[in-house]
């Protein structure tokens, strides 16, 4: 059985830093790119960031310079490394595994994601 979870979710002050955590059992994802995406309160789920195989990374317009996703494929995780941190951020954050082997492009949409995770709450106070 394939499971996600993430981690490392809270409450922070604006200006403040986070790192999520999201790993990965039931099978390695080391092939796959790996996303995050979040849900602001109010707001549809949205990207905002991947990971390639070859570890290229792709951002939304509004967390680019701010945060950075990496991977460690020996321990079948991902993160997501988030700096300056604004309110706007607040939302629920998700791991996905893509369902595209070997992809390496710029689009990572929510029907190309074959797993979720359940998604850990970041809160930033102003």
């Known amino acids: 059985q394939v499971q996600l979870v993430e981690s490392g979710g809270g409450l922070v002050q604006a200006g403040g830093s986070l790192r999520l955590s999201c790993a990965a059992s039931?099978?390695?994802?080391?092939?796959?790119?790996m996303s995050w995406f979040r849900q602001a309160p109010g707001k549809e789920r949205e990207f905002a960031a991947a990971?390639?195989?070859?570890?290229?990374?792709y951002y939304t317009a509004s967390v680019k310079g701010r945060f950075a996703i990496s991977r460690d494929n020996a321990k079948n995780t991902v993160y997501l490394q988030m700096n300056s941190l604004k309110p706007e951020d607040t939302a629920v954050y998700y791991c996905?595994?893509?369902?595209?082997?070997?992809?390496?492009?710029?689009?990572?949409?929510?029907?190309?994601?074959?797993?979720w995770g359940k998604g850990t709450l970041v809160t930033v106070s102003s």
């Open positions: 039931g099978r390695t994802f080391s092939t796959y790119p």
């Open positions: 996905a595994a893509d369902r595209r082997e070997y992809y390496s492009g710029r689009f990572y949409g929510e029907d190309e994601m074959q797993y």
């Open positions: 990971i390639t195989w070859r570890d290229d990374t």
